[in-house]
């Protein structure tokens, strides 16, 4: 006879593990299904509504946008001014270039998918520039008369592809997030985060409702040997209703008409180790913090994030930054302005850059400007200029009187005698 596992112990509860991973419904002949979970639906909506539930994880979405897109544009060909006044307004709604790229690389921060509208007029150029939210494109399968669907107060509205030189009134781009998960779609980088943004919300919700309720009830009323009448049942209700929390009503006094000598009443305080469970809650939102900070590759600084006892020198910062800004934010860069290169060229006549982030971290002057100096980097004079001081060679006293310079010398003389 076959020994049972685990010495023939009785299973109480097996727990199962499931792979949580993004999931795409079939497509359908009409249009291709967007990653959904069953528990959580369309992730494109479920992503973009955790923002709301972490502030670190909305932050990082925010500076790796404003980091790609949003700290201005070089100019590369074409007329500086002239490309600057077209792109100052590319809407009938009043919007930048800026807003709106801003917008479309937000979306493709949140969700793995932004998308940028293209508008043509008559004479087949391009006018105008819209965001088109994540959560209202899908895209259709090869061979459909469209490539994307805009859903528009209930209505689909068809959109073609972007390309160079085809004559459509509206035209979308689409810029994708690639994952392995899906040969249509992309999905963000962080969502290995998604059970830390949870667990914290959860986490501040359980604290937020502990306080808001008082937590646990502070006493407990024990009757032995009977029970209460209906009418002191009702006073000692009223009692720790009215009478029993704030300030005001400190050191009351609950006078309880027993009328049978043998019952007893006892009050018990329900204490509970208050210190200890706010020490372990924040120990556990410290640590979902670092990990979805982690998982966006965000600089801790730039999160907002000023860890204690770390070295505050600007050498380990710097090199965060570099990192960030080489990892991070120019294949970004490289995405979008790869994309955007001919519509701007149609669109403005120009092509254009979007600025680098400045990484260099210089100390205060009163320490910068002498350790230059000390290692040859700078003179005197070259520091002394760049903090707005005269050099030493124009501070030189003019000419003295020879008479003065007479007297100087005999004095010397003297001296030395």
């Known amino acids: 006879m076959a020994k049972k596992a685990f010495g023939n112990a009785k299973t109480i509860y097996a727990a199962t593990i499931e792979k949580q991973s993004a999931t795409f419904e079939p497509s359908s002949e009409d249009e291709i299904a967007k990653p959904f979970d069953a528990e959580n639906g369309d992730l494109f909506s479920y992503f973009s509504g955790l923002t709301a539930k972490n502030a670190f994880h909305a932050r990082c979405l925010r500076v790796k946008t404003d980091c790609a897109v949003n700290l201005g544009i070089n100019v590369l060909d074409g007329k500086e001014e002239a490309v600057n006044e077209r792109l100052a307004m590319v809407n009938e709604h009043g919007q930048a270039f800026a807003e709106v790229i801003t917008k479309v690389a937000l979306d493709f921060e949140t969700t793995g998918n932004g998308f940028l509208e293209v508008v043509k007029n008559r004479g087949n150029t391009i006018e105008e520039l819209y965001h088109c939210p994540a959560t209202l494109i899908t895209l259709r399968p090869r061979g459909a008369d469209s490539r994307f669907y805009y859903q528009n107060q209930g209505a689909k509205i068809r959109f073609q592809a972007y390309l160079p030189g085809i004559k459509e009134d509206n035209m979308l781009i689409h810029f994708s997030n690639y994952t392995q998960d899906s040969r249509h779609y992309g999905l963000p980088d962080w969502r290995g985060c998604v059970p830390d943004i949870t667990l914290d919300y959860y986490a501040m919700l359980y604290n937020q409702k502990f306080f808001i309720n008082s937590g646990i009830p502070d006493i407990a009323i024990i009757v032995e040997g009977g029970t209460f009448s209906e009418e002191v049942e009702e006073e000692v209700v009223k009692f720790f209703q009215s009478n029993f929390t704030g300030i005001d009503n400190a050191h009351k006094v609950l006078y309880l008409p027993i009328a049978d000598q043998d019952v007893t009443v006892r009050f018990e ?52 930054l570099k990192i960030f800004k080489e990892i991070t934010i120019e294949p970004r860069q490289n995405l979008f302005e790869l994309k955007l290169a001919p519509v701007l060229q149609e669109m403005a006549g120009a092509k254009i850059e979007f600025k680098e982030m400045d990484v260099k971290i210089q100390e205060k002057d009163s320490e910068f400007y002498p350790a230059m100096v000390m290692a040859g980097i700078l003179t005197n004079d070259e520091a002394r200029e760049a903090l707005g001081y005269s050099t030493l060679e124009e501070e030189q006293t003019p000419a003295e009187a020879p008479e003065l310079k007479l007297v100087k010398t005999l004095e010397s003389i003297r001296k030395t005698i």
């Open 269 to 320: 305080k329900l204490a509970v180790d208050q210190k200890n469970r706010d020490g372990s809650f924040d120990l556990l939102r410290s640590r979902c913090r670092d990990n979805i900070i982690s998982a966006h590759g965000v600089p801790p600084r730039l999160a907002g994030v000023s860890v204690a006892g770390a070295l505050g020198g600007g050498g380990e910062t710097q090199g965060q």
